[in-house]
């Protein structure tokens, strides 16, 4: 195992992410409240740069209890971030494809070190 150096944690904003490349692979590394996370930048549909759209809260229905649409809120809890090619979405925390999460993105583990941020390959 290696770490493949990331860079500074105070040059990460919130909703941040950055790109590191080890060969052929790619890891993006975003941030938000305070956490960081890992995943090939790869996407599960296409092969696309996943990791590098939007981070975003997720979008849930508002059912009532008599079962009638009642319109879409913001989650205050599951965030996800999502593809720029076709707009597949993943859960920022576990990698997983939001809509059939049996896939995910591979993960990686993120070290911090001082002042430092790496992640484990």
Known sequence: MEEV???KIAD???NDRKIVRRGELEIGV???DGEFYAYRNH???QGGPACEGMIIAKVEDVIAPDRTYLGQ???ESEIH???PWHG???DLKTGECAPDRRKKLQKFE???KGDSVYVVV
């Open 73 to 75: 809120r913001f989650s």
């Open 43 to 45: 996407c599960v549909h």
């Open 88 to 90: 597949y979405e993943y």
């Open 110 to 112: 993120v070290v911090k």
């Open 30 to 32: 975003l941030f938000r």
């Open 12 to 14: 990460f904003d919130q």
């Open 81 to 83: 971030f999502v593809c």
């Open 5 to 7: 150096y990331v860079g």
